[in-house]
C-alpha cells in the first residue's frame, strides 16, 4: 500500500504512508483493510491517492529470526545522533560515509524509500532519486510478535513490529553493513541503528517532534550485483519467527 496527498507520489503527491503485508487468501480482506485503515487515520494528513496491489508469491518464503534488541535512552537530538554515528562506526561504516549519507538526505527531503550508499565509494548507488527502495514481502505474524514483546517486555506496537522486521531482512544480505532509520511521522522521534552484529539499537530521539523529515539508509559494502541486491530487498519474502514455533 502507498497512500499520498496532493496527488499520487510520481505526480508530486506529499507521501502520507506505506505498508506491507503477507496474507493467505483466506485472509485477504481483513489484511487490506489493515492497510486502509493505516493510510486513512495517519498523523502526516489525510490521502487523497492510494494504490493498494497484492500479487501471489510463488516462492518459499525464508524464516528469519529477529534482530536482538537494546534500547539506547537520550535526552535530547544532538545526544540520539551522536548515538547513531557512534553505532554506525562500531559497525564498520566510515565517518567520511557517514557525513556523504547525510548530506544526500538533506538534498532529497521527501523520500519515500530508502537509499543505497555504498561504503567502498562513498556514493549513493539505487538512482531512485526520492522514490528510494521500498522493502516488501515481509511479515512477522502478531501471536509470535506478541510472544517476543511480552519476552522483552516491549509495547505490542506495529510500528516497532514492523521496522524491526524490516531491519531483520535488510540485515541478513550480506552485502548490508548496517542502516540508519527515523520516521517521518511528526509525532514519533524514537529511531534505530541497525546490523548483523549490534542488533537492533533503538535510540529515542533522533529528530524534534513535529518534524517530518524522515531518514533510511542502508550502507551497504562489496555489492557486486546492484539489481540483485534491489531484488532482494523488493521481492524475496521473508517471515520474521521468534523461538521455536513453525
Ligand atoms: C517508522 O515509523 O517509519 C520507523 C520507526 C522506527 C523506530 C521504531 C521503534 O523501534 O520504536
Ligand atoms: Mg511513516
Redesign the pocket.
Known amino acids: 500500500m502507498r497512500a499520498s496527498q496532493n496527488g499520487p507520489h510520481e505526480k508530486g503527491g506529499k507521501h502520507i504512508s506505506g505498508g506491507e503485508h503477507i496474507s493467505t487468501y483466506d485472509n485477504l480482506k481483513t489484511t487490506v483493510n489493515v492497510l486502509l485503515e493505516k493510510a486513512l487515520s495517519h498523523s502526516r494528513g489525510n490521502p487523497d491517492f492510494m494504490k493498494i496491489q497484492f500479487e501471489t508469491i510463488a516462492q518459499p518464503i525464508k524464516r528469519l529470526k529477529p534482530l536482538s534488541i537494546d534500547t539506547n535512552v537520550v535526552g535530547s537530538v544532538e545526544e540520539g545522533q551522536t548515538a547513531a554515528r557512534n553505532l554506525l562506526v562500531k559497525a564498520g561504516v566510515p565517518t567520511e560515509s557517514i557525513e556523504k549519507a547525510y548530506k544526500e538526505l538533506v538534498e532529497y527531503s521527501e523520500l519515500r524509500g530508502a537509499i543505497l550508499f555504498d561504503i567502498g565509494s562513498g556514493l549513493r548507488i539505487d538512482a531512485r532519486k526520492e522514490k528510494g527502495v521500498r522493502v516488501s514481502r515481509m511479515d512477522w505474524l502478531n501471536p509470535n510478535f506478541e510472544k517476543w514483546a511480552d519476552h522483552y517486555k516491549m509495547p505490542r ?1 506495529q ?2 513490529k514492523e ?2 522486521v524490516l531491519a531483520t531482512k535488510v540485515s541478513a544480505h550480506p552485502a548490508t553493513v548496517a542502516e540508519l ?5 511528526p509525532e ?1 522521534i ?3 541503528v541497525a546490523s548483523k552484529g549490534l542488533g537492533y539499537q ?1 535510540i529515542t530521539q533522533l529528530k524534534e517532534y513535529g518534524d517530518e523529515c ?1 531518514c533510511r539508509i542502508f550502507f551497504v559494502d562489496g555489492l557486486s550485483d546492484l539489481s540483485s541486491y534491489i531484488d532482494y530487498l523488493e521481492k524475496r519474502p521473508i517471515f520474521v519467527q521468534w523461538g521455536e514455533e513453525c
Open positions: 506496537s510500528r516497532v521496522a524491526l532509520c527515523w520516521s517521518d511521522d514519533y524514537t529511531g534505530y533503538r524522515g
